[in-house]
C-alpha cells in the first residue's frame, strides 16, 4: 500500500506503473530488436564498416523503416569516429541515446489550453478508435474533466454498441443515434448535451474510411463547422489512431490521412501484440505530427503517454 499520499509519491507510482506498462507493452519489440542487433555484432569488438552494415540491416528490419536506420548507424558511426565508442559493449547504451535524441527532434504535443475541448478521432477501421477513446475517456476523467462521448461512426451499428458498453462500463455518457445517422448530426447534439450538462471534454468516435478520401474529408470538414458555429470557443483537435502492428503500412496509412485531413496528433495502438514497435520512431520522424499516447492492450488503463526517453529505453534499453 502507497502510505505516502503527498503529490510526490503519487506522480512517481503512477510513473513506475507506466513504465512497467511501456516496457510490458514493447516487450515483444524489444526483445527481437534486440535479438537482432545481437546477431549483427556477434564476434565482433569494434564498430568497423561491415558492423555498420550488418547493424543496418538490422535496425530496417526492425521496423525503424531505412531513413531511420541509417541516422541511426551513421550517428553511431560518428560517435566511434570522434573515439567515444568504439568497443561495441556499450553499443546498446548509445544506441538507447540516438534514439532519444531522433525522438526528441520531433514536434512536441500541442498542449490543450484550459477550457473545454472537442477531440475528434480519426482512422481506419479496426486501428483501435473506440478502444483508444475509452482509455482516453478514463484518463481525462481521472483528470477531474467531465467527459462525454459522441458515437459518430454511424456507418457500422456494431460501432455505437460497442462504444456504449464502454460508457456503462466506465460511467461515462455517449450520445448515439440511429445507424446511418448523419455524423455531424450526432456531434451536434452531443455538443447541446455537452454545454448543458457542463461537460469539457467532448471526445467524437468517427468512422474510418479513408478509401472515400473527399467523402471522410468532407464529413470531418461538416463536423468541423458544426463545432464552430456550436461550441466557438471549445478547442478542437483531430487525433490519428494508427495501428502498430501493421509496421510501415501504418506510416503510409499515416500519410495518407495527414494529406487528406489536419492532424494535431497521433495515437499508436496494439504495441503489446507487435514486434514492429520500432515503426514508432519512423512516425514519430516522418509526419511532422506528435505522438500523444501509446495503446498497450485492450483495457481501459492501457494507455501510456508518449515520452522520448522511456520509449527508448524500453525499445532496445
Ligand atoms: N492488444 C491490443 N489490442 C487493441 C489495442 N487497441 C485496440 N485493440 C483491439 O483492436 C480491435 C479493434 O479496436 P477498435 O477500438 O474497435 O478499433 P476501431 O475500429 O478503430 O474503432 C479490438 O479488438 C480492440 O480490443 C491495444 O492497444 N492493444
Ligand atoms: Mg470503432
Request: aromatic letters at 4%; glycine letters at 8%; a negative charge.
Amino acid at each position: 500500500l502507497n502510505e505516502d499520499p503527498s503529490p510526490e509519491a503519487t506522480k512517481s507510482a503512477g510513473q513506475s506503473g507506466l513504465w512497467s506498462k511501456l516496457k510490458r507493452g514493447l516487450f515483444m519489440t524489444h526483445t527481437e530488436m534486440i535479438d537482432r542487433i545481437g546477431a549483427a555484432i556477434e564476434g565482433r569488438a569494434v564498430l568497423d564498416d561491415a558492423t555498420v552494415a550488418d547493424l543496418e540491416e538490422a535496425l530496417i528490419a526492425s521496423d525503424l523503416g531505412v531513413d531511420i536506420a541509417t541516422t541511426l548507424v551513421e550517428r553511431l558511426r560518428q560517435r566511434a569516429r570522434r573515439g567515444e565508442d568504439h568497443d561495441l559493449t556499450r553499443l546498446r547504451e548509445h544506441l538507447c541515446d540516438e534514439v532519444t535524441r531522433l525522438l526528441s527532434e520531433a514536434p512536441p504535443a500541442r498542449e490543450l489550453p484550459p477550457g473545454p475541448a472537442v477531440l475528434l478521432i480519426v482512422g481506419v477501421n479496426g486501428a483501435g478508435k473506440t478502444t483508444t477513446i475509452a482509455k482516453l475517456a478514463r484518463r481525462e476523467a481521472a483528470l477531474g474533466h467531465k467527459v462525454l462521448l459522441a458515437a459518430g461512426d454511424t456507418f457500422r451499428a456494431a460501432a455505437a454498441e460497442q462504444l456504449a458498453l464502454w460508457g456503462e462500463r466506465l460511467a461515462i455518457d455517449v450520445v448515439r443515434q440511429a445507424a446511418g445517422a448523419d455524423p455531424a448530426a450526432v456531434v451536434f447534439d452531443a455538443l447541446q448535451a455537452a454545454q448543458a450538462r457542463g461537460v469539457d471534454r467532448l471526445i467524437v468516435d468517427t468512422a474510418g474510411r479513408l478509401h472515400t478520401k473527399s467523402n471522410l474529408m468532407a464529413e470531418l470538414a461538416k463536423i468541423g463547422r458544426v463545432v464552430a458555429r456550436e461550441a466557438p470557443h471549445w478547442n478542437k483537435r483531430t487525433w490519428l489512431v494508427l495501428d502498430a502492428t501493421t509496421g510501415q503500412n501504418a506510416l503510409a496509412q499515416a500519410r495518407e490521412f495527414t494529406k487528406a485531413v489536419p492532424v494535431d496528433g497521433l495515437v499508436l495502438t496494439k504495441l503489446d501484440g507487435t514486434a514492429k514497435g520500432g515503426v514508432a520512431v519512423a512516425v514519430a520522424r516522418e509526419l511532422g505530427v506528435p505522438i500523444l499516447y501509446l495503446g498497450v492492450g485492450e483495457g481501459a488503463d492501457d494507455l501510456v503517454e508518449f515520452d522520448p526517453a522511456p520509449f527508448a529505453r524500453a525499445l532496445v534499453g
